[in-house]
């Protein structure tokens, strides 16, 4: 049974930095696209950030040039490392990973539990 587990969040001033970390574990042939995903309160879940198998990143308008997303592929880890914090990046922060349990499809996706990221002074 696939897992992602996702850890780092917490609570930090503007203009303070947090880095996540999301695990994959279980079951895991190959991972393709992982992603982070944000819900701030009474929003949408947006995307944050995605980086490809071969480590291709994309990024959400709002966090470029504050944000960036990498990957150990070994672990089977994603990361999103956070500078320069404002108070609207707030929000749970979810991990999602689309996943091969073995050679032939299907693929499936993924989600962590979340994970809270509080900025405030």
């Given at each position: 049974q696939v897992q992602l587990v996702e850890s780092g969040g917490g609570l930090v001033q503007p203009g303070g930095s947090l880095r996540l970390s999301c695990a994959a574990s279980g079951g895991i042939f190959s991972i393709y696209v992982m992603d982070w995903y944000r819900q701030a309160p009474g929003k949408q879940r947006e995307l944050?950030?995605?980086i490809s198998s071969a480590g291709t990143t994309?990024?959400?308008?709002?966090?470029?040039?504050?944000?960036?997303?990498?990957?150990?592929n070994l672990k089977n880890t994603v990361f999103l490392q956070m500078n320069s914090l404002k108070p609207e990046d707030t929000g749970v922060y979810y991990c999602h990973a689309i996943i091969s349990s073995g050679p032939l499809p299907p693929l499936r996706q993924y989600w962590g539990q979340g994970t809270q990221v509080t900025v405030s002074s």
């Open positions: 944050v950030a995605r994309d990024y959400t308008d709002s966090v470029k040039g504050r944000f960036t997303i990498s990957r150990d």
